[in-house]
């Protein structure tokens, strides 16, 4: 079989917002110590516009104005996160926000602003000031286009669409690098990429729900691939269900914004009743985990199949300016959301834990790296508060580049071809619809035990069944971005379950039917290192 080794000074795998600004934050620091003739690497499954970053409508949350403070922000982070938020990781987000913003805007980040030509603010829910930056209401699609532009016009950045990370090389304790499936070869060709510095920024894993608002793309590539090579995972009970997702017979689970309900919008049930307020004070602009539940709970108390997204409130000319994408969306399935509301229900849409890293995105494993939401920095806690998660990658990605470039101008040894790095794949492709099969009975398996309230007989059953799953995926391998994918959801599925059946409280976006009170002794974290879970203090 056709097997090729290339090597370089970075890998950093996954070209959404994350990957895209760690990338670019590598080559200046490296431009500037002048090594003109280093390498980095940015690997991609689909092509650079293709992730859950461009799909991201509501915005960048950072102290800007003048009636607000970091004090505020890190206040709203950590009542979000609900006692699970780093407080020094959190204090680092904030603080290290505008620096990130100015340098968007020098990369040509078309931000909205105001008639004085200031940068456009806006609230979203859990918020206590204004202080979202958005592109309309697509600004993750105006960030990775912008900085994919910028990707592609250096010459120290070589990337490689289409090749799909297959597992990490290690050599006892340290990361060598990964193994690439070529997926535009007619056949896959494997090949091995040598680093001594490799970055996971492959974003979270909720396409392993049924229901969910994420690209296809979404499987937990990083948080499987890094569990399998040893790292230590941390807090993945811990999944954000999105209140608001188009619901739709045949239409896919696409997200309404968090910002339209922070424009005004109100959620109503089919009587026209604002519901939101009998299960908490904040109604529709609550913690999204609360308004999730409420949705969930009004659902199951009224027997119908969706609440509706009302956007009556807000001025006409408003919601034409601050949500054209949405605007289309609902035109395309018949929907005039100037005349009437919009049906939505929860759906999966962002997983707050992830690999266990420093705030430096160092993980448990030499020479392994990860940012955005394949880590765990543990800024978002329990729940993340809206449109940080932006900003996380933008702020944590500088981070990392500062410290890995000093490291690589330290210590510039490539690693050696390791012999431990898988030869053969098996090109079997007899196996295909089964593994699709497999694929799907585990999305709902995952969306039915650890959706939005859980209970201990479900995950309990969930684990069986995903460890028997698991042995059956291994006997079929093949060389397919099918098996590849297929595989990391089904172990993201065993982490996200194996941490909920752990954890024996509710709390943020984690909600056991059978334990409903958050219990200060669990104000913990959840870490699973091979098969064993334990807890591990703040």
């Known amino acids: 079989m056709q097997q090729e080794i290339k090597k370089f000074d970075a890998l950093v795998i996954g070209g959404g917002a994350a990957g895209l600004y760690t990338a670019l934050s590598l080559h200046e620091y490296l431009h500037k110590a002048k090594k003109h003739d280093w390498k980095i690497a940015l690997v991609t499954k689909d092509n650079l516009t293709i992730s859950a970053s461009d799909w991201a409508q509501g915005g960048i949350a950072a102290v800007i104005d003048k009636d607000d403070s970091i004090a505020l922000h890190v206040a709203d982070t950590l009542q979000a996160g609900a006692g ?15 620096p990130q913003i100015k340098r968007l805007l020098e990369f040509g980040v078309d931000f909205d602003r105001l008639q004085n030509n200031s940068l456009a603010l806006t609230l979203e829910a859990a918020h206590s000031r204004k202080r979202v930056i958005h592109a309309a209401d697509a600004t993750g699609r105006e960030l990775v286009t912008t900085l994919a532009k910028r990707v592609m016009e250096q010459p120290t950045i070589e990337v490689f669409e289409g090749f799909l990370v297959h597992d990490a090389i290690m050599d006892a304790n340290r990361c060598m690098g990964m193994t690439c499936l070529d997926l535009n070869q007619e056949i896959p060709t494997l090949i091995e990429m040598y680093a001594p510095i490799t970055v996971l920024a492959t974003g979270g894993g909720a396409q392993v729900f049924s229901q969910n608002t994420n690209p296809a793309a979404s499987t937990g590539d990083g948080v499987a691939i890094a569990w399998r090579a040893g790292a230590k995972v941390r807090d993945l009970e ?15 689970r696409f997200l309404i914004s968090e910002a339209v309900r922070g424009e005004g919008a109100h959620l ?15 109604g529709e602009l609550a913690p999204r985990d609360v308004v999730s539940r409420a949705v969930f709970q009004h659902l199951l108390k009224t027997g119908e199949p969706t609440v509706f997204l009302d956007l009556s409130p807000i001025n006409r000319d408003r919601i034409a300016y601050r949500f054209p994408n949405i605007i289309k969306l609902c035109q395309k399935w018949n929907i005039d959301l100037f005349s009437q509301p919009i049906p939505v229900t929860p759906a999966a849409h962002y997983c707050m834990g992830g690999i266990l890293t420093d705030t430096w995105g160092a993980s448990s494993i030499d020479g392994l790296y990860a940012v955005g939401e394949s880590s765990s920095t543990g800024v978002h806690g329990a729940n993340r508060l809206a449109s940080n998660s932006l900003l996380e990658c933008f702020v944590f990605g500088v981070r990392l580049a500062e410290r890995v470039s000093q490291l690589l101008l330290n210590n510039s040894d490539q690693p050696e071809s390791s012999s431990k790095a898988p030869q053969t794949v098996n090109t079997n492709l007899d196996a295909q619809s089964r593994i699709a099969d497999i694929r799907e009975q585990l999305r709902e398996l995952t969306w039915r035990s650890a959706g939005i309230c859980r209970s201990t007989k479900e995950l309990e059953d969930a684990i069986a069944t995903i460890q028997v799953l698991q042995a059956e995926i291994a006997s079929l391998q093949s060389q397919t971005r099918l098996w590849v994918e297929t595989r990391n959801l089904t172990d993201f599925a065993y982490l996200l379950i194996k941490s909920a059946l752990f954890r024996t409280e509710s709390r ?3 909600f056991r039917l059978d334990y409903p009170d958050t219990d200060v002794n669990w104000q913990v974290h959840t870490v699973i290192q091979g098969n064993d879970v334990y807890s591990s203090p703040l």
Do not use: M, W
């Not at 407080?87 to 505008?98: I, M, N, W, Y």
């Open 84 to 98: 699970i938020c780093d407080a020094e990781a959190v204090e680092v987000l904030v603080s290290k926000a505008e």
């Open 238 to 252: 811990f999944v954000q269900f999105h209140p608001t997702a188009l619901a739709i017979e045949g239409a896919p």
């Open 268 to 282: 109503i049930d089919n009587k026209g009743d604002r519901f939101c307020f009998n299960y908490h004070p904040q």
């Open 508 to 510: 943020g976006a984690h």
